[in-house]
């Protein structure tokens, strides 16, 4: 089969596509024929090097698929089933760049009926970890929070998920963004940060600057793992490691379907175009997810 991956660090044209053997399911595991997998900033950041690695580190986190062979103890996934999963490593081999890709069958769950595969491919890995991050705040319906980076795809992801709680968001982003912040449930739209919430969720990792707008013993989270602020005026401060979970990923599933959740694809690329696909990442400028399709 083929696969995207990286066997030196850099910019977008030391992403290889090669041939690589076809991954076989252990216990506890299913087999996915790869329709469509996105393109996150961690891919370009795992290549990079910003977390180390040797040899071959393969690329991609999110997959929407065919359930296209089982291990035992696979639990209710038959072949033929059409799914999305988190592939959650920094450091594996093979990722979901590729045409076909082995995961734990805890980790996958039934993709949504109301979209295709290319956009159904962009939830996974950010909607997981909007929801995680929700969960370490606690806030409760009526409360204030402010999420930055709202316009991008966690933060907007955040944005819906909160108002669906009943939360009062205020979305940070650029002004020409104010219209599509709005439209994912924001009643309130800052360019500044200006004001004091009852949280902070950071998909923008402003660090600090972003802290200094909870108020007194309220929460930040940040989505990168040891990068938080420390604590200021008991601020309780954390930051989400997002983890597989299909139990919850099918709840984001079922929330697209309802209309909650929105799905945005930016542009897709061929899965042989890889490189061409971090190149366009790193020009910036995306209100969507670019998607490699096999």
């Known amino acids: 089969m083929r ?12 992403v290889e596509v ?18 469509a997998a996105a393109l996150n900033p961690i891919d370009a950041a795992i290549r990079s090097g910003a977390f180390g690695g040797d040899d071959q580190l393969g690329l991609g986190w999110d997959v929407a698929g065919t359930v296209e062979a089982t291990g035992d103890d696979a639990g209710v996934w038959n072949t033929g089933d059409q799914v999305v999963a988190l592939d959650y490593s920094m450091a594996k081999p093979l990722g979901t760049h590729a045409e076909y890709v082995v995961v734990d069958a805890e980790s996958v769950a039934k993709a949504p ?27 409760s319906s009526g409360q204030s929070l402010l ?12 944005v819906q998920l909160a108002t ?5 968001v205020t979305g940070l982003a650029r002004k020409s963004d104010e219209g599509l912040v709005r439209s994912l449930g924001a009643t309130g739209f800052t360019t500044d940060g200006a004001g004091a919430y009852d949280a902070v ?7 600090e600057a972003a802290l200094a707008w909870v108020r007194d013993t309220g929460a930040y ?12 005026r008991e601020v309780r401060t954390a930051a989400v490691l997002v983890r597989p979970d299909g139990a919850r990923l099918a709840e984001m599933a079922r929330l697209v379907d309802e209309g909650v959740l929105t799905l945005r694809v930016a542009e897709t690329f061929a899965l042989d175009d890889a490189a ?5 990442l790193a020009e910036g400028g995306l209100r969507g997810r670019l998607v490699l399709v096999p």
């Open 3 to 14: 696969a995207a991956v990286v066997r030196a660090f850099g910019g977008p044209e030391v």
């Open 18 to 35: 090669l041939d690589a053997e076809m991954p076989e399911p252990a216990a506890g595991q299913v087999r996915i024929k790869v329709t």
């Open 113 to 139: 009926t109301t979209v295709d595969a290319v956009a159904a491919a962009t939830l996974p890995l950010n909607a997981l970890t909007a929801a995680q991050a929700l969960d370490v705040l606690e806030l």
């Open 147 to 158: 999420v930055t980076g709202a316009a991008g795809a966690l933060g907007g992801f955040a």
């Open 164 to 168: 669906h709680r009943g939360i009062a």
């Open 201 to 207: 969720l950071d998909a923008a990792v402003l660090g």
């Open 221 to 232: 989270v940040g989505v990168i793992p040891g990068a938080e602020p420390a604590s200021v």
């Open 276 to 280: 061409k696909a971090h190149a366009r």
